[in-house]
């Protein structure tokens, strides 16, 4: 998997610091990145629906059970990312699976900069002063290659499905 620029060591080890400190408390910290995610973009509200129900407001899908259960989720794909940093690679096929998973649910590959915003608010939020501008550039490239990999899943399907 190419991420443009390789994570050099330095970055590499202050993901795994920040993710460490984050990581013991996923659903909580997956609250406060898709809280802010709804902030910044309301309409992806009604992606989120689950035995045909759709959610009237933020709040009762933050609360619902199966979307708590996609919290979870989402939060296991970050931490195989930070677990494979020296082999991002190893990943492709997974993540351009999930990417594939999420073009047939209606994402937009454009809301993906959404969620890389929600993300970086949420480790700013969770780490306060440990978030410094290199914290954010190492998170910034790990999250573009990751989203690089979904994006593959976009781009293999035919024309016109």
């Known amino acids: 998997m190419e991420s443009g620029m390789p ?52 709040q009762e899908c933050l609360s619902a059970p199966e979307f708590l259960d996609h919290i979870r989720k989402v939060m296991l794909v970050i931490d195989a990312a930070v677990s494979h940093l020296e082999n991002l690679s190893c990943l492709e096929e997974f993540l351009c699976n999930l990417g594939k998973k999420h073009q047939a649910v209606g994402v937009k590959v454009e809301s993906f900069s ?36 979904m994006q593959r899943g976009w781009e293999t399907l035919p024309e016109g499905d």
């Open 7 to 58: 994570l050099s060591g330095g970055q590499r080890a202050l993901i795994r610091e920040s993710w460490q400190r984050v990581s013991g408390s996923p659903v909580q910290h997956g609250l406060v990145l898709f809280t802010r995610l709804f902030d910044l973009d309301p309409d992806l509200l009604p992606l989120f629906q689950y035995n045909c129900k759709q959610f009237a407001s933020p």
């Open 114 to 149: 959404t969620v890389g915003e929600s993300l970086l608010y949420m480790l700013e939020k969770c780490l306060g002063a440990a978030f410094s501008p290199e914290v954010q550039e190492a998170w910034s490239k790990l999250y573009s290659a990751v989203v690089k990999a």
